[in-house]
C-alpha cells in the first residue's frame, strides 16, 4: 500500500512562528500536493509539485511556501504563522497525470492551531 | 466559473441505500472522483468515472452524465462504519481537482 506520512499530527504556534510540515510518500509518486481543510469548505490547494525541485501554485499559496528536494519528499512552510492559518492540512501524493494515475493517496492530516 | 455542490448532511437507517449526488460546472472534464473521509482520518479513494454510465464496486456504486453535469454516489446495505463524510470531486481540462464542501452522512441503527 501507498504510504503518504506527515511528521506532525498536532502543533500548536504562536502568531509569527516560522512553521515546516513535513510529507513522506514511499511509492515514488511523481505528484505531492499540499491541501487546507476548513469546515464547511472543499479542499483547498495551496501547492503541488510534479518532480524535484518544481512546485506551482495552488489556489491559495499565499503565506505559504514549499520545497521537494528530494522526491519522496514535500515540505510545507508558513514563513510567519498567523491565526487565519489555523487549519487541517492534507498532503497526498498520486502516480502521475491521467487517467487512473491521477487518484490521490492522503496523508493523515497535520491539525495545526496559530495563537 | 467553478463550482461543485453537494448536500452537507444526509441522515439514513442501518441496511437501508442512500444515494449522494453531486454537480459540478468546470472548465473541461477529466473525470469525476468520490473519496469517503471518516471523522479524524485522511480521505481515501472510492471512485473514479470519466464515461457516463454507472460503476460498481460492492456496495457502493457511482453514476455520471457528463451531459448534465452530474453525478450520484449509491451505498447499499448501509453500515455503522459508513458514517463518514463523502466529498466530489471534479477534474477540470488542466487535470486540477475541484472539490465539493463534502456530504456528511449519517447512520442511525
Known amino acids: 500500500d501507498v504510504k503518504v506520512t506527515q511528521s506532525s499530527r498536532y502543533l500548536v504556534k504562536r502568531t509569527g512562528e516560522k512553521v515546516f510540515l513535513e510529507c513522506v510518500q514511499d511509492?515514488?509518486?511523481?505528484?505531492m500536493f499540499w491541501y487546507r481543510q476548513d469546515p464547511g469548505l472543499g479542499l483547498r490547494l495551496i501547492y503541488f509539485?510534479?518532480?524535484?525541485?518544481m512546485k506551482e501554485k495552488g489556489d491559495i499559496p499565499e503565506g505559504y511556501s514549499v520545497s521537494r528536494e528530494k522526491k519522496e519528499r514535500f515540505s510545507l512552510i508558513l514563513e510567519s504563522a498567523s491565526t487565519n492559518q489555523t487549519s487541517m492540512y492534507l498532503c497526498?501524493?498520486?502516480?502521475?497525470w491521467g487517467s487512473g494515475a491521477n487518484v490521490l493517496t492522503f496523508g493523515a492530516g497535520s491539525r495545526l492551531t496559530v495563537l | 466559473g467553478q463550482n461543485i455542490d453537494q448536500p452537507t448532511e444526509m441522515t439514513a437507517t442501518e441496511g437501508a441505500i442512500v444515494q449522494i449526488n453531486c454537480t459540478y460546472q468546470t472548465s473541461g472534464f477529466n473525470g469525476l472522483f468520490w473519496y469517503q473521509q471518516h471523522a479524524g482520518e485522511a480521505p481515501t479513494f472510492l471512485s473514479y468515472n470519466v464515461l457516463d454510465g454507472l460503476e460498481e464496486k460492492g456496495r457502493f456504486s457511482s453514476f455520471l452524465s457528463r451531459s448534465k453535469g452530474y453525478s450520484y454516489l449509491l451505498l447499499k446495505e448501509l453500515q455503522m462504519k459508513d458514517s463518514a463524510s463523502y466529498l466530489c470531486a471534479a477534474m477540470d481540462s488542466n487535470y486540477q481537482l475541484i472539490w465539493g464542501a463534502g456530504t456528511k452522512l449519517i447512520i442511525k441503527p
Open positions: 497526498a501524493s498520486s502516480l502521475g
Open positions: 511509492m515514488d509518486h511523481e505528484n
Open positions: 509539485s510534479y518532480d524535484v525541485k
